[in-house]
């Protein structure tokens, strides 16, 4: 969807490619289509994968009865319910998290909305209240902009993107405010009602506690998500929960109890894809004893990550507030994406490359990007961290001529 919504806002920059302005319109049947198409896709290419290595699919609901054996309730290929019991050497526990949903919400899927109400898209809101400034939030504010909704943000702070750098945050905030977005700071949603308004129409009520109301069409609630570790029978195993429901594991993805593993989001690590399945990885190898050849362990502080808003923006690695507030020395060097020639040709210079390293060694600890491809840039800027490079080896590097990355090269010089 934001790629669909990526390419609608695209045409409204056509212009001053030399080329006339055009009116995408949004086809939502055309669009569930590509959605359900690309998700079919994606599924029957992971079921090959698995079942070409001799893997057993079972499609069911999974429950621990004690630390050996587990009960799952399944359909069999007649699309009857039976109850397997099944007990293994080792076990992987990746059951994913859910939306968060505080007590003065009711979701409706309706108006009232959690963000996996919004794709497929059942409708295209006229105006939505995003609820909730992290990265979920702000990629639902672009998306829902990009399709031509009026969206209103309640960030709970006095910035969007509250954890990621302040000038990071700021292009976007810049870009949401000339997108007519309405951004209620350092307010709280206290309540989500539907109400009939004056004109007889419905529209939904968010209350703040600062007494700030906002209407609107729909509104979405992006305030996190909590590990879905309740009903696995994780306590009849005897596996360690953390205060927020996550399963406590050590630096191999174990839990307490040794042959029991846990990855992906419940693991209460990086909520992202890309770290649940590197756990899962690094789970095989601890299962099957390759981690004395394995030559890295996880490092969850060298996770590169991306949000997909416009401009785009991606990091990795040590940020600039989190080494001044551990009295660490670094040096931080920005360079506009503006300074490339590309971005002139892509008529799009907004957003800035920001490199982090040591001063005494020059060796790169983070970095920051935003504008165009940023997740794909960041690429660069991950290896680095991960392998201990210098902003010299990039330097060093024969990049080509014209591209973004140019902007990496110049802020490692
Ligand atoms: C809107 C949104 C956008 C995101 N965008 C990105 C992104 O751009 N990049 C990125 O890296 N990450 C992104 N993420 C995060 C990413 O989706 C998760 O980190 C990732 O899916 C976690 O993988 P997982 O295997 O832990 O859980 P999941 O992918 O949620 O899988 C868990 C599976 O376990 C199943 N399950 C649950 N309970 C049981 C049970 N009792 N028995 C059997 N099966 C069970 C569930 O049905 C599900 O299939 C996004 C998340 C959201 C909500």
């Given amino acids: 969807m934001i790629a669909t919504g990526g390419a609608m806002s695209f045409t409204r920059r056509l212009e001053g490619m030399g080329l006339e302005q055009q009116q995408a319109e949004v086809d939502v049947d055309a669009l569930t289509e590509r959605i359900e198409s690309i998700k079919r896709r994606l599924g029957r290419g992971t079921t090959q994968l698995l079942t070409s290595q001799g893997v057993t699919l079972i499609h069911g609901s999974a429950r621990f009865l004690s630390a050996n054996e587990i009960e799952v309730t399944a359909l069999n290929e007649n699309g009857v319910s039976?109850?397997?019991?099944?007990?293994?050497?080792?076990?992987?526990?990746?059951?994913?998290?859910?939306?968060?949903?505080?007590?003065?919400?009711?979701?409706?899927?309706?108006?009232?909305?959690?963000?996996?109400?919004?794709?497929?898209?059942?409708?295209?809101?006229?105006?939505?209240?995003?609820?909730?400034?992290?990265?979920?939030?702000?990629?639902f504010v672009h998306m829902f902009c990009s399709f031509g909704a009026k969206v209103n943000l309640v960030v709970s702070r006095q910035q969007v993107l509250p954890t990621?750098?302040?000038?990071?945050?700021?292009?976007?905030?810049?870009?949401?405010?000339?997108?007519?977005?309405?951004?209620?700071?350092?307010?709280?949603?206290?309540?989500?009602?539907?109400?009939?308004n004056d004109a007889g129409l419905e529209e939904v009520?968010?209350?703040?506690?600062?007494?700030?109301?906002?209407?609107?069409?729909?509104?979405?609630?992006?305030?996190?998500?909590?590990?879905?570790?309740?009903?696995?029978?994780?306590?009849?195993?005897?596996?360690?929960?953390?205060?927020?429901?996550?399963?406590?594991?050590?630096?191999?993805?174990?839990?307490?109890?040794?042959?029991?593993?846990?990855?992906?989001?419940?693991?209460?690590?990086l909520p992202l894809s890309s770290v649940a399945s590197m756990q899962g990885r690094k789970v095989a190898e601890h299962v099957m004893g390759l981690q004395k050849v394995a030559h890295r362990h996880l490092d969850y502080d060298k996770a590169a990550s991306a949000i997909f808003t416009e401009p785009e923006i991606a990091d990795v690695g040590l940020a600039e507030a989190d080494?001044?507030?551990?009295?660490?020395?670094?040096?931080?060097?920005?360079?506009?994406?503006?300074?490339?020639?590309?971005?002139?040709?892509?008529?799009?210079?907004?957003?800035?490359?920001?490199?982090?390293?040591?001063?005494?060694?020059?060796?790169?600890?983070?970095?920051?990007?935003?504008?165009?491809?940023?997740?794909?840039?960041?690429?660069?800027?991950?290896?680095?961290?991960?392998?201990?490079?210098?902003?010299?080896?990039?330097?060093?590097?024969?990049?080509?001529?014209?591209?973004?990355?140019e902007a990496l090269a110049e802020a490692a010089e």
Avoid at 362 to 373: A, E, F, K, Q, T
Wanted: a neutral charge.
């Fill in 82 to 139: 039976e109850v397997l019991h099944l007990e293994a050497d080792a076990v992987l526990v990746a059951t994913g998290s859910r939306p968060r949903i505080p007590e003065w919400c009711q979701p409706d899927g309706d108006r009232i909305l959690v963000t996996r109400d919004c794709y497929p898209p059942k409708v295209f809101p006229e105006s939505i209240t995003v609820i909730g400034s992290g990265v979920t939030g702000v990629e």
């Fill in 164 to 196: 990621k750098d302040p000038e990071v945050a700021a292009v976007l905030e810049d870009d949401f405010l000339k997108r007519g977005v309405t951004l209620l700071k350092g307010a709280r949603a206290t309540s989500i009602a539907r109400e009939v």
């Fill in 205 to 269: 009520v968010v209350r703040c506690d600062d007494g700030r109301v906002v209407r609107s069409s729909h509104a979405v609630l992006a305030i996190g998500s909590v590990p879905n570790t309740d009903g696995l029978g994780l306590d009849m195993a005897g596996v360690e929960l953390d205060r927020a429901g996550n399963v406590v594991i050590n630096r191999h993805c174990q839990s307490n109890v040794a042959h029991i593993y846990a990855a992906g989001d419940m693991s209460g690590k």
């Fill in 323 to 405: 080494a001044f507030a551990a009295g660490r020395k670094i040096r931080v060097t920005k360079v506009p994406v503006s300074s490339t020639p590309k971005a002139l040709i892509n008529n799009d210079w907004r957003g800035f490359v920001k490199i982090i390293s040591d001063p005494a060694t020059g060796v790169v600890l983070g970095g920051s990007i935003v504008g165009r491809h940023a997740a794909e840039l960041i690429s660069v800027v991950a290896l680095a961290v991960t392998a201990n490079l210098k902003v010299t080896d990039i330097v060093e590097s024969l990049l080509v001529h014209p591209a973004l990355a």
